[in-house]
């Protein structure tokens, strides 16, 4: 296990800022603040301590304690946290050492503070804010589906947990005691949130990668842990600006109800812009300086400062380099470790990334496996044991999967029109940029959904492939429901065929992957007269209302 030098700096820099930020709103006392980390200071230094005497004992009387390896790694990582709080105590008594002690105080009254807010201006920035918040929501939501390779249970989770942290920053808001120097506050606040969405969004595979090994999945609880520490400096600033924002005036006045529907303009912006514009184009780490960019330049065209108008410059002169340098392949790299990464794109299905593992092209949606190339065997698996089940098949309905060598299994047939139905448009472009198929007039390429497709057509097949991944989400559960099966039957000619796939079992079965293989087997004998199972590289459920074999020797 590496020594978590980022991810504990990462935490010790998130606490203490959101603590500063707190003390800056008057929520906080800077007593106690100091306080908390003078005692973090020294538990620490105790905690390095015993460990350090635990390993000297150790290495001077070469004991045998099974627990000194785990000993030295916490030693270590209690090293680096007691360097970064010490860090923090120097730079609070930095005067001290460079002799500038004394501080010129002003009192600026309120006729007198240079900024004073207008209800425009707080309307401006509400806009502003509102963009920010929705924009950050979606695009953190979408890292983390990905980086967890997560569904609706995920994404339901970290929505709630948004709202919640929100919330949790409204009431700390409403607790701020400040005076008239509202706005410089609410434009920090929403710089800081900015900030913190590009570090969160650049630094969640990380994160995720030194608790869990590449491919593990984590559990629902530590995905739920994870996403609550990553989401707190971006949700909980958003809480405590719109407080502010509202805070001033009475709920009666009509003030109060522009700044509201400021906030709410900018949100519904901010969703149109990211889900019908910039994702079409960017990634999602391109998007989060983007919009990070255009919110701070809001603010800054608003009140214009010297330290106020360079932040968006750096957030576009940042994405104009990102760009150049195609970082997101970089940061890319290390969500997929050990695959060299080609291409990552988003669509409005997830996000899409394409690697070379040894030769073999693989493609990922949302960190799920679509299917790779190089594998014939797989793909002749996926083609001839349904192919096989009519003497003369011609009319085949193959759902994806045309690109990880299903269609050119087909095309062996020579009787065999394919329709090809696959729905993201992206996820086209980039098989057919890196896994070109060969043109071929016996293939009909058809971008549509599976459902859709079947529920608008009146064409019939003699064999339906199915070659989606399992059933993880609601999304992909579409195509092993009861109904859609019934629609599969439907559109198959006197005893066609259906081929499903899943995983294989292996040698053995878990209760859970038990439950998952019997509930997509019993919907199938639920609709079809005769079902098989027939293992190999997947676990293949073949269909029909007429006659199934499973015999090789006979099939051949």
């Not at 299903?406 to 996820?427: Q, S």
Request: with cysteine.
């Amino acid at each position: 296990m590496p020594y978590h030098l980022l991810l504990i700096g990462m935490g010790i820099g998130v606490v203490y800022i959101m603590g500063s930020l707190l003390v800056y709103l008057g929520i906080l006392s800077k007593n106690l603040h100091r306080k908390i980390w003078n005692y973090t200071l020294l538990a620490v230094f105790l905690g390095c301590v015993v460990l350090g005497l635990l390993l000297a004992i150790q290495i001077s009387y070469k004991l045998d304690w099974p627990f000194i390896s785990s000993a030295l790694k916490w030693h270590v990582n209690l090293g680096i946290a007691m360097s970064l709080v010490a860090a923090i105590h120097i730079f609070w008594h930095l005067r001290y050492f460079t002799g500038s002690s004394h501080r010129i105080h002003k009192k600026i009254s309120q006729n007198e503070c240079s900024t004073l807010v207008t209800t425009h201006e707080l309307g401006i920035m509400a806009f502003a804010a509102g963009l920010a918040s929705i924009s950050f929501q979606i695009l953190i939501l979408r890292q983390v589906t990905k980086v967890f390779q997560g569904n609706e249970f995920t994404q339901t989770w970290v929505i709630g947990l948004w709202m919640l942290l929100t919330g949790l920053g409204s009431v700390l808001g409403r607790k701020a005691k400040l005076g008239s120097d509202v706005f410089t506050v609410i434009s920090r606040l929403i710089i800081f949130q900015c900030i913190a969405a590009v570090i969160v969004t650049f630094s969640i595979g990380y994160i995720k990668n030194l608790f869990f090994p590449v491919g593990v999945l984590s559990p629902p609880i530590a995905t739920i842990a994870i996403s609550t520490f990553l989401l707190i400096p971006v949700a909980v600033p958003a809480g405590i600006a719109y407080a502010l924002m509202v805070s001033r005036f009475n709920a009666e006045d009509p003030c109060y109800a522009r700044v509201y529907s400021m906030e709410s303009l900018g949100s519904m912006a901010g969703g149109i812009l990211v889900s019908l514009i910039i994702i079409h184009f960017l990634t999602v780490y391109q998007s989060v300086l983007v919009i990070g960019g255009i919110a701070t330049l809001i603010i800054s065209v608003i009140r214009p400062g010297k330290g106020i108008t360079t932040v968006p410059l750096m957030f576009f002169l940042v994405m104009a380099v990102f760009m150049a340098a195609k970082a997101d392949r970089l940061i890319e790299q290390n969500i997929m470790h050990g695959q060299r990464v080609l291409a990552v794109k988003e669509s409005p299905y997830g996000s899409i990334t394409v690697t070379d593992y040894g030769g073999q092209l693989n493609f990922f949606e949302n960190g799920l496996l679509l299917f790779g190339t190089g594998n014939p065997v797989a793909a002749e698996e996926g083609v001839h044991y349904a192919m096989l089940q009519r003497s003369n098949p011609s009319e085949i309905l193959l759902v994806s999967g045309g690109y990880a060598g299903l269609t050119a299994e087909l095309l062996k047939y020579k009787n065999a029109h394919v329709d090809y139905v696959e729905v993201n448009g992206p996820l086209l472009k980039l098989c057919e940029k890196h896994a070109p198929l060969p043109e071929n007039q016996r293939v009909r390429f058809i971008r549509d959904d599976g459902r859709r497709y079947l529920a608008e057509t009146s064409k019939r097949y003699d064999v339906i492939i199915v070659a989606l991944p399992e059933p993880v989400s609601l999304q992909l559960n579409r195509y092993y429901t009861v109904e859609f099966m019934k629609t599969v039957r439907s559109h198959l000619l006197s005893n066609g065929v259906a081929c499903f796939n899943l995983p294989p079992v292996g040698n053995y079965a878990s209760p859970e992957r038990q439950r998952a293989i019997s509930s997509v087997y019993n919907t199938l004998t639920a609709v079809f007269a005769n079902v098989e199972v027939v293992p190999g590289e997947r676990d293949y459920l073949l269909a029909s209302d007429g006659e199934i074999l499973i015999d090789i020797s006979r099939l051949a």
